[in-house]
């Protein structure tokens, strides 16, 4: 038995193959995972019902195991149909979740289209789809380096 709060195999399997800069997605229930994913990517579906699990479910475990230098957020253009006034709520959840790990640096939009670009690159090696319902949920996470 794993003494990890991350059990799920094959998610596991590919972040241990993950090296340092590659790219991690959690996207929420919204996001294209079929399409907008890059060429070495492995897709994991985790939806079991709408809203189970979120982003923030998944975020947790993979701080606590994995080093991370950065975790950007899909931006938000003013113009886009689905614009908020402010940061999402998800938001807000993420950075708690950061701050109680002792992970040091802030959330780091992405705008939208640029996001996608950056999740459609060669080191983008997982894609984890949520059913998280939160609007402007997706998280992509760039693996650090280990130092002990």
Known sequence: MLKTSLLHPQILQAISQ???HAKILIADGNYPASSKKGPNAELVSLQLTPGIPTVAQVLKPLLEILP???IHTMGIDPSDEYALKSDPVVWGEYRSI???L?????LEPIMKWEFYESVMSDDHVLTIQTADQATWANLLLVVGVRTS
């Not at 002792?102 to 802030?106: A, E, H, S, T, V």
């Open 18 to 20: 993950a090296g340092h």
């Open 68 to 70: 991370i230098d950065h």
């Open 98 to 100: 950061m701050q109680n």
């Open 102 to 106: 002792g992970f040091k640096r802030d």
